[in-house]
T-cell receptor, first 111, second 113 residues
Framework: KQEVTQIPAALSVPEGENLVLNCSFTDSAIYNLQWFRQDPGKGLTSLLLIQSSQREQTSGRLNASLDKSSGRSTLYIAASQPGDSATYLCAASNAGNMLTFGGGTRLMVKP | GAGVSQSPSNKVTEKGKDVELRCDPISGHTALYWYRQSLGQGLEFLIYFQGNSAPDKSGLPSDRFSAERTGGSVSTLTIQRTQQEDSAVYLC???????????FGSGTQLSVL
C-alpha cells in the first residue's frame, strides 16, 4: 500500500525567500506525481504533474522534481510571496489510477 | 462546464438521516474521483469511476456509503443512516483519463449533528 509523507508539516518564511517542500512515497511503481495547492475552505488546485518518465516540471516560479528510485519529490518555490500562503499537497498515482495524498505542508509567507 | 461543480456546498443533517452529494465533472472527463477530508486530516480516497464503472470501491468506509455515475457524467455519493464521524468535506475530482491531471470541485461540507 502506497504511503506518502510530506515534510515539514508547517513552514513560515519571510517574503522573497526561496523554499523547498519535500514529499516521499514508499512504492516507486508510480504513474505520476502531482502537486496541489489548497486554500482554506477551498478545493484543490493542480500545480504540476510529473509523469513517471520525467524528472522535473516547471511552471512560473514553481519547479517540481521527481526521483523515483529514492521515492522522493520536491517542490521548489522561488521568490516566495504572501499570496503563496496555502497548504501544498503531493499525491502519487499508482495502478488503478488511485491517487494517494500526503498530509500536506502548511506554508505561511510573511510580508 | 468550466470546472467541477459540487452541490450542495454545505449540508447539515441529523444523525440517522440519508444524504446525497452531487458532482458534475468537467465535460468530456472520463475519470471521476471522490475523496473525503476530515478536519485537520489528509485526503482519504473513497471511490474512482472510469466512465460509469467503478473498478475500485475499496475506499468506501462502510456499506452505508455508495456511489453511482450515470451517462459517464454526473455522480452521486449517498450516505445512509449518517453518523457524526461522517462529518467532513467531501471532494470530487475529474480527469481527462487515466494518469491525467486532476481537477477538483470546491467540495461539500457535511455536518452531522
Amino acid at each position: 500500500k502506497q504511503e506518502v509523507t510530506q515534510i515539514p508539516a508547517a513552514l513560515s518564511v519571510p517574503e522573497g525567500e526561496n523554499l523547498v517542500l519535500n514529499c516521499s512515497f514508499t512504492d516507486s511503481a508510480i504513474y505520476n506525481l502531482q502537486w496541489f495547492r489548497q486554500d482554506p475552505g477551498k478545493g484543490l488546485t493542480s500545480l504540476l504533474l510529473i509523469q513517471s518518465s520525467q524528472r522535473e516540471q516547471t511552471s512560473g516560479r514553481l519547479n517540481a522534481s521527481l526521483d523515483k528510485s529514492s521515492g522522493r519529490s520536491t517542490l521548489y518555490i522561488a521568490a516566495s510571496q504572501p499570496g503563496d500562503s496555502a497548504t501544498y499537497l503531493c499525491a502519487a498515482s499508482n495502478a488503478g489510477n488511485m491517487l494517494t495524498f500526503g498530509g500536506g505542508t502548511r506554508l505561511m509567507v510573511k510580508p | 462546464g468550466a470546472g467541477v461543480s459540487q452541490s450542495p456546498s454545505n449540508k447539515v443533517t441529523e444523525k440517522g438521516k440519508d444524504v446525497e452529494l452531487r458532482c458534475d465533472p468537467i465535460s468530456g472527463h472520463t475519470a471521476l474521483y471522490w475523496y473525503r477530508q476530515s478536519l485537520g486530516q489528509g485526503l482519504e480516497f473513497l471511490i474512482y469511476f472510469q466512465g460509469n464503472s467503478a473498478p475500485d470501491k475499496s475506499g468506501l468506509p462502510s456499506d452505508r456509503f455508495s456511489a453511482e455515475r450515470t451517462g459517464g457524467s454526473v455522480s452521486t455519493l449517498t450516505i445512509q443512516r449518517t453518523q457524526q464521524e461522517d462529518s467532513a468535506v467531501y471532494l470530487c475530482a475529474s480527469s481527462p483519463g487515466q494518469g491525467g491531471k486532476l481537477f477538483f470541485g470546491s467540495g461539500t461540507q457535511l455536518s452531522v449533528l
